[in-house]
């Protein structure tokens, strides 16, 4: 709400301010409710059986998107082979 809006409302009477005030009260109490019951749904998901009662059998077992890149690692592990297969030739 802009401050023009609320002096709108305002210079339009008491009843305007009350009406307002109320309508603001619901729509706070509704988002209240909304936070609280996502707030649950969060907590549930995040429950596995390593944090709760829960069989380990109920747990996602999918695997982590973004995992290692193995490319780079065996990349790195050829250029230390060679490296070392370099040095070795070069002491003859």
């Given at each position: 709400m802009t401050p023009e809006q609320?002096?709108?409302?305002?210079?339009?009477?008491?009843?305007?301010?009350?009406?307002?005030l109320c309508e603001l009260n619901t729509?706070?109490?509704?988002?209240q409710l909304e936070v609280e019951e996502l707030q649950r749904k969060i907590a549930q998901l995040s429950k596995d059986s390593s944090n709760s009662s829960k069989r380990p059998s109920s747990d996602d077992i999918?695997?982590?998107k973004g995992g290692k890149?193995?490319?780079?690692?065996?990349?790195?592990?050829?250029?230390?082979?060679?490296?070392?297969?370099l040095r070795k030739r070069s002491r003859f």
């Open positions: 609320a002096q709108a409302i305002y210079f339009a009477g008491r009843d305007a301010v009350v009406t307002h729509q706070v109490t509704a988002l999918t695997k982590p890149n193995t490319r780079g690692a065996d990349n790195g592990i050829h250029l230390r082979k060679n490296a070392i297969h």
